[in-house]
Every structure is written in C-alpha cells, then in structure tokens.
C-alpha cells in the first residue's frame, strides 16, 4: 500500500501565498513521479506540476511563473509553493505519485482565494 499525505490548503486572499506538502509512505520503492493536480466544482481534474524523480519539472501554463514544484527525495515529500494566487486557483488540489507505474492519489486539501 502507498499513502499520501497532504497539508498545507487553506483560505486566502488574492495576491496571497501557501505552500502545500504531500509526503508519500509505506510501499513507495520505485516511486518516480510526483506532483500535484486540482479539480474545481464542474471541472475536470487538471495537472498543475510534476517532478519526475530525476527529470525536469513541468507545470500547467495557468501556473508557469507563479507556482514552484520541489521535492525532497530522503523524505519522500513533495512541495508546491503557490505564489500570487488568484480565484481562480480555487480547488481541491490533490497529490499524485507513481510507484512501478501505477498512480496513486492523496485525499485532498482545498484551496479557497477569496478576491
């Protein structure tokens, strides 16, 4: 089984910051990809950024400039640093991990950026 943990949502104002954490557990040798996807209400889950294990990042171009995707290998743990949010950046953002090429998904945390 694999487990991940996510912190760090809450409500703030537009301009404002918060950094999200998702650290992953238990049977996770040959976890590769992390990152963090997000689903508003009547929206389809959408990717925000991944960090493969040794590659490069990736981010939505929604977010390019604004977010920072970083991860911390010895702790198994993946940060999304989320700066100058709008309203838009509202959802439930979810954490994600592939473990040998199955995907496994965090329980969620909202974000609410009040204007």
């Known amino acids: 089984q694999v487990q991940l943990v996510e912190s760090g949502g809450g409500l703030v104002q537009a301009g404002g910051s918060l950094r999200l954490s998702c650290a992953a557990s238990?049977?996770?040798?040959?976890?590769?990809?992390m990152g963090w996807y997000r689903q508003a209400p009547g929206n389809q889950r959408e990717l925000v950024a991944m960090?493969?294990?040794?590659?490069?990042?990736k981010y939505a171009d929604s977010v390019k400039g604004r977010f920072t995707i970083s991860r911390d290998n010895a702790k198994n743990t993946v940060y999304l640093e989320m700066n100058s949010l709008k309203p838009e950046d509202t959802a439930v953002y979810y954490c994600?991990?592939?473990?040998?090429?199955?995907?496994?998904w965090g329980q969620g945390t909202q974000v609410t950026v009040s204007s």
């Open positions: 238990g049977n996770i040798f040959g976890l590769n990809t």
């Open positions: 994600n991990a592939e473990v040998r090429y199955l995907n496994y």
């Open positions: 960090v493969p294990r040794g590659g490069s990042t």
